[in-house]
């Protein structure tokens, strides 16, 4: 058995026992593939993870950047309170659009807004709103500007937020100095900006999986 096929099956054996789909992810999912979206979702593993974040977090005001069709916005939406609120920036109007049908579907669009447009456009803007302090912000949009990303989800948080930032192993090539690949470096400068900054205290894992040779980062904001 291939490394890749073995990842896969084990995703499949977590998933089963630990974060079974229902009928309204699996339909956000047929919905994002039947729109020509790309299949870059996260796992189910990895939306229940993000889920448990936010509630050992205590969220109640969630950041993601990079919608795509909604799905791990249906999971970090899942984890708010009632009351709670989460704001998710996608670039492309389409995604938005096929998003915004899930998310209603899954009874999130009272909690859930989707702000269309460039993130680097659309995160100042939503600075002068002046909103409550993040508690959670999930980083997963194009990866050239991670840094930038990073920059201002500190700016949009406070003392104890979690910072999550994905795919930042890019299969290895996160490590290898000569790749200038420009999401490589967007990469690689955010988490150096983690481990440089003094009101950042992180830590990044690589993982394997349904979804390849790949990883994510946690920073929790300090005083």
């Known amino acids: 058995m291939s490394d890749a096929r073995l990842w896969h099956e084990v995703d499949d054996y977590f998933t089963a026992h630990l974060a079974p789909g229902d009928e309204v992810l ?88 989707v702000r269309v447009g460039a993130a680097l456009e659309s995160l100042p803007r939503l600075a002068d709103e002046n909103p409550p302090p993040f508690d959670l912000v999930f980083i997963d949009a194009d990866k050239a500007n991670n840094a930038h990303y990073v920059e201002w989800a500190l700016k949009l948080t406070s003392t104890g937020s979690l910072i999550v930032l994905d795919n930042v192993v890019r299969g290895g090539r996160v490590a290898d100095p000569d790749n200038t690949d420009p999401d490589v470096a967007g990469t690689r400068a955010a988490l150096e900006l983690i481990g440089s900054h003094p009101r950042l205290s992180g830590t990044a894992v690589q993982t394997v999986g349904a979804k390849g040779h790949d990883g994510f980062a946690l920073a929790r904001v300090l005083a």
């Open 26 to 113: 699996d339909a956000a999912l047929r919905d994002s593939e039947a729109a020509g979206l790309p299949s870059i979702a996260v796992a189910p593993n990895q939306g229940k993870l993000l889920q448990l974040l936010a509630q050992v977090q205590g969220a109640r005001h969630i950041l993601e950047i990079g919608t795509l069709g909604g799905y791990s916005t249906i999971w970090l939406g899942r984890a708010l309170p009632p009351d709670g609120r989460l704001i998710t920036l996608e670039y492309d109007p389409r995604h938005a659009e096929v998003a915004a049908r899930n998310l209603a579907r899954a009874g999130l669009d009272k909690l859930v807004e």
